[in-house]
């Protein structure tokens, strides 16, 4: 509705997984070449773990289809709610067993063991990828487990990726769980968006869609996305989308802070969102000290009074600039800083 009016070929921030629209950070790169290293080598249980909204799906959607464009076969579950009997019906109908087999557990076992064997035999990377699977029962997840001992002597048979929010990594921190994690042989962790990387992140959007990212949104429009969003890629989708569909309606090009800060509001994105807590390295134990003589008392002399340093200046009164703002960021896609984005 809003595309010709940005000069744009498509809408760049529909909340679907196109891995055409795929932007890798440094962690998102991470993630994506284990994902790829996993199946390919067969590597057991590989995790991706982030907070709702980071790019899970958008990563393994383009994970899988690397696989399958290299002629792979990997089932896809996108919704773990399943009973048991659902998920055996569900691995049947995706490796082409026969009916028997989505009936019986036993069967399905039996058959699959060999469907697997005659994969690895020709080559052929397989995978069973599980999306959301925070959701999984704890039947499931034993279920997930026995899967994983399927093997030959010196490969896995069925690697198994799990795709989840952090609420997974606690569930495997259990006594329950514990044969379930001893198996995770590779493990990466997706975070929020700094404000460069929201930058970068709408940008290549918009670039993708065949827009100029200067046509869109101004520099302060940016860094309030990137405030109320919480660095989290799918709400700023969805603060872009809806600012440009308001910018439409009020014939103003590029979108600026005022509209944002009112797009936001009407999606009660008044607070803006707290950005992780780091994880801070245990202490060392303290090694205790042998018991030593008190020292001698110190000779009292003069002391001059402490000279105090001055106040050291704000990034502001030096005329630094906020993170998110740098000049350079559009060298990385080829072209100098739109004015209207970067110098107001």
């Not at 440009?244 to 999606?267: H, K, N, T, W, Y």
């Not at 205790?288 to 009074?305: D, E, G």
């Amino acid at each position: 509705m809003y595309e010709s009016f940005y000069g744009l070929q498509e809408r760049p921030f529909d909340l679907t997984p196109d891995p055409r629209y795929l932007f890798l950070t440094p962690k998102h790169q991470e993630a994506l070449t284990n994902l790829h290293y996993g199946i390919t080598q067969r590597k057991g249980v590989t995790m991706v773990l982030g907070p709702a909204g980071t790019g899970k799906t958008t990563l393994v959607r383009a994970a899988l289809a690397a696989v399958a464009e290299a002629g792979g076969h990997c089932i896809s579950v996108s919704n773990p709610t399943l009973t048991r009997t659902e998920f055996v019906e569900l691995l049947a109908r995706g490796f082409s067993l026969s009916p028997a087999a989505a009936g019986s557990k036993t069967t399905l076992l039996a058959e699959l063991e060999i469907r697997l064997r005659e994969y690895l035999a020709s080559g052929t990377a397989t995978a069973l990828v599980i999306d959301e699977a925070q959701g999984l029962s704890d039947e499931l997840l034993e279920e997930v487990r026995l899967l994983v001992n399927l093997e030959t002597d010196t490969a896995k048979l069925l690697p198994v990726v799990l795709a989840g929010q952090d609420e997974l990594s606690e569930r495997l921190a259990r006594p329950s769980c514990a044969a379930l994690k001893q198996r995770v042989a590779l493990r990466c962790h997706l975070l929020p968006l700094s404000a460069r990387e929201t930058a970068q992140y709408i940008a290549s959007r918009l670039q993708m869609a065949g827009g100029v990212p200067g046509d869109a949104f101004t520099r302060d429009a940016i860094d309030v996305i990137h405030q109320r969003s919480g660095g989290i890629p799918r709400t700023i989708s969805v603060i872009c989308d809806n600012s440009l569909m308001s910018g439409f309606a009020v014939d103003q090009r590029p979108v600026g802070r005022q509209l944002v800060l009112e797009v936001c509001r009407d999606f009660d994105f008044e607070t803006p969102l707290a950005p992780p807590v780091p994880q801070l390295a245990p202490r060392p134990a303290a090694v205790p000290l042998k018991p030593q003589s008190p020292p001698p008392a110190p000779q009292v002399s003069a002391v001059p009074a402490p000279v105090v340093p001055p106040a050291p200046r704000s990034p502001a009164e030096d005329g630094a600039k906020p993170e998110g703002t740098d000049e350079r960021l559009f060298a990385t896609f080829g072209r100098p800083a739109p004015r209207s984005w970067f110098s107001r």
